[in-house]
């Protein structure tokens, strides 16, 4: 089987701890033997976070609105704890909250219904519901 072919990469945004073993898990086994995976590449881990004074973050926004599209890893918004255990030279803000205010974007808490999907199995007559932290 061919490879899926991208002609526009998409923005690739890394996050910490568990998210970034993750994120390569699913890269590594259900993407990259499937699509000719082309990102652009941001790291928002708390220690890069830092190094660049955050603004790795406000470039990683500007490539989503330059590309169209982007996949977010979950990141840690710094705190005293964080900025301890981390050594971070400052608390820095939610990358989450940048992004957003970037993208001119918001959190919704409603579901979206889209009647005209029909689900695959045509005997789920529920809706399917995919739950995720804001």
Known sequence: ????????????????????????????????PFVDLKTEYYDLGLMSRDST????????????????????????????????????????PSPNATIRAILDGTVFRKPIIVSNISPTVNTWKAPIVIGRHA
Do not use: F
Not at 9 to 26: A, H, K, N, Q, S
């Open 1 to 32: 089987m061919s490879k899926i072919t991208m002609k526009t990469p998409i923005v690739e945004i890394d996050g910490d701890e568990m998210t970034r073993v993750l994120w390569e898990v699913v890269k590594d086994k259900l993407l990259i």
């Open 53 to 92: 004074n955050d603004t790795v973050t406000t470039e990683s926004a500007q490539a989503i609105l330059r590309l169209g599209v982007g996949v977010k890893c979950a990141t840690i918004t710094s705190n005293n704890a964080r900025q301890k255990e981390y050594n971070l030279s400052k608390l820095h």
